[in-house]
């Protein structure tokens, strides 16, 4: 996530295709640690390509990716007939905030 905040300053600051030293440069001014393998693989799947039309993208997925909290007020508002329904529903709602904390990370840390 560095790597990215890094390149994006260096584009906001006008340059279109920041190169390793600047991002290195500009990181080690604030105390980060560079790890050469990941800088490298940010610039390597950026090359070539304009940052706005990968921030479109980007966003696109985001779109589609459900914020949370839909689910609950849904099945609050579903109408129950019977008494049996309402512990099948709470068990079922256990299961999907189960499977929520077991992707806490997703593979990866904020502040990699």
Known sequence: MKYIAAYLLAYLGGNSCPSAEDLTST???????????????LLSQVKGKD??????????KFASVPSGGGGVAVAAAA?????AAPAAESKKEEKVVE????????GFSLFD
């Open 27 to 41: 990181l080690e001014s604030v105390g980060c640690e560079i790890d050469a393998e990941r800088l490298e693989l």
């Open 99 to 106: 499977k929520e904390e077991s992707d806490d990370d997703m």
């Open 79 to 83: 109408p129950t007939s019977g008494g």
């Open 51 to 60: 940052i706005t039309e990968l921030l479109a993208a980007g966003r696109e």
